[in-house]
């Protein structure tokens, strides 16, 4: 199993980083691999909900099942995705730092044990996906902090 991890901190309070973060419909403006949800979202988000997210990854469209396995406002949120021969679980871990907030990504997957999966590690694709993941997360910290100056 690979793992990705990522810490970061932002001058948003806890609650609104959980929230934002947890919203499905808010990864378009933050997540380069996302294309779309599909199915229906359930509200509010809760443990089992799950639905269908389309991604492109190395240039393919993929369809991902998504699942909250957990749901710990405003500390902990935790999905599985399963879906191109893989499974990854997704996890933000967030700790209220002075009125900030520390937050921490952690990606846990299995890249596809068939020939497929063995293709992608020589092309890179691994580590291709490390450097998304870290331009991912450099775009949802400058989103944070773009939301808290804009508020009232």
């Known amino acids: ?5 990522i810490s970061f901190y932002t001058q948003a309070p806890v ?17 380069s691999n996302f294309v779309d949800n599909k199915g229906r979202l359930e509200r509010p988000l809760a443990v089992g909900a799950s639905w269908t997210q389309v991604s492109k990854i190395g240039g393919r469209t993929v369809e991902f099942c998504r699942k ?17 021969g893989g499974r990854m679980m997704l996890t933000f871990e967030l700790e209220a730092q002075g009125s ?14 068939s020939l497929l999966g063995r293709f992608a590690g020589k092309l890179g694709l691994e580590n ?5 993941t870290r331009r991912n997360i450099a775009k949802l910290k400058a989103m944070l902090q773009k939301g808290m100056m804009t508020k009232c």
Do not use: C, L, Q
């Not at 199993?1 to 991890?5: G, N, V």
């Open 15 to 31: 609650e609104y980083v959980f929230d934002y973060i947890a919203e499905p419909d808010n990864m378009s403006a933050w997540n």
């Open 100 to 113: 900030g907030t520390k937050a921490t990504y952690i990606a846990d997957y299995t890249v596809p044990g």
């Open 128 to 132: 291709h996906a490390k450097k998304d």
């Open 68 to 84: 909250v396995v957990k749901y710990e406002r405003p500390h902990r949120i935790v999905w599985e995705m399963t879906g191109f």
């Open 1 to 5: 199993m690979a793992r990705t991890k």
